[in-house]
């Protein structure tokens, strides 16, 4: 819990986000949470005016271990310092806690490993910036503290921030092609998202890398709005589906291709703190890359997917 002497009358919201050196948004989601008060009354509208020399108490929602669970996994690391974790999320493993998700989560990973986690949000979500899919792995980064989180929330808005993902398809493309096309949950299937008129933006850009000698191809992904299921759902418009995906048209036993061979590859951000423009490269998993040994060239693969060229082409 924090306490602050308001230093002037005015809103609570702008009073608090200066105090805190946050946005207004965060600071909102904070009071409607119920985690402010003044005086030891809670305020619920970031309109109510404080005076100058009120004691405001506020609080954020610590992530704690859920004695329900048990963590008996690790997870790599890619880089970590003071303000930020970057990790390379292994398929099958749930990113946050939510009432529906009964196994550990990427969470309760970093709660175990007393990984300090931002907390303004005041939801389950504790440091998690972007989301990925449970059977997607690939390249996250999680914030340590408030003012990281917000930094790096608003990179994701002005796309300094992006990821660019591989994808192993069960036919090629025809060409490199841009899908701009909304997405929403599916009315007939409520696991599914779809291609629906009501719902919300969502654009990706697709690139062919390497065909193999069994019609499958690797791919290179870029995403410029965050939806649920958006490669899979703007891959299936194509006509085209990733290895392992059958809940959107994959047609395979599970006992050949077990999960969805989707990973993202290479992150990109600028450091909130420093400045510096930094990039992330993930390793793929055993799976997918002995798929990829099997049936591709290795020296064309690595050539294609060269972090210094994988890119360009991309707007």
């Known amino acids: 819990m924090g306490k602050i002497t308001a230093p002037e009358t005015d809103r609570i919201d702008k009073v608090l986000a200066k105090a805190l050196d946050v946005s207004r948004n965060q600071v909102e989601r904070l009071i ?32 704690e271990k859920r004695a329900s669970v ?37 969470v309760d990973w970093l709660v175990q490993k007393g990984i300090s986690l931002s907390t303004i949000s005041g939801e389950e979500r504790h440091g998690i910036v972007h989301r990925i899919d449970k059977e997607t792995t690939g390249a ?31 036919h090629p493309l025809k060409e490199d092609v841009v899908v701009d096309k909304p997405i929403g949950r599916n009315p007939n299937n409520r696991l599914k998202m779809d291609v629906v008129p009501q719902g919300k933006e ?54 050949k291709i077990s999960r969805v061979n989707l990973h993202a590859y290479l992150l990109y951000l600028v450091h909130p703190k420093s400045g510096e423009k930094m990039e992330f490269v993930a390793p793929l998993f055993d799976d997918m890359k002995a798929y990829i040994s099997k049936y591709f060239n290795q020296e064309e693969i690595d050539r294609k997917i060269d972090p210094l060229i994988l890119g360009r082409g991309f707007l």
Do not use: C
Not at 46 to 58: A, H, R
Not at 204 to 228: C, M, N, Q, V
């Open 32 to 63: 409607k949470e119920g985690l402010v008060s003044i005086d030891n009354k809670k305020v619920t509208k970031p309109s109510f005016k404080v005076t100058e020399g009120n004691e405001i108490l506020y609080t954020f929602k610590e992530a």
């Open 70 to 106: 048990e963590v008996d996994f690790d997870v790599e690391v890619l880089y970590e310092d003071d303000y930020l974790l970057v990790v390379n999320k292994p398929s099958g493993l749930v990113v946050h806690p939510a009432p529906s998700v009964k196994e550990a989560t990427l």
């Open 202 to 255: 969502a654009k990706t850009a697709f690139k062919k890398l390497l065909t193999s000698p069994h019609d499958t191809e690797l791919i290179t992904a870029k995403l410029y709005t965050g939806r649920t299921h958006q490669i899979r759902v703007h891959l299936n418009t194509l006509g085209r589906h990733i290895l392992g995906d059958d809940l959107y048209g994959f047609k395979s036993k599970r006992d």
């Open 140 to 170: 996250l980064v999680i914030a340590k503290d408030n003012k990281t989180h917000e930094k790096l929330s608003e990179q994701l808005q002005d796309k300094s921030m992006g990821r660019y993902y591989l994808a192993l398809i069960d």
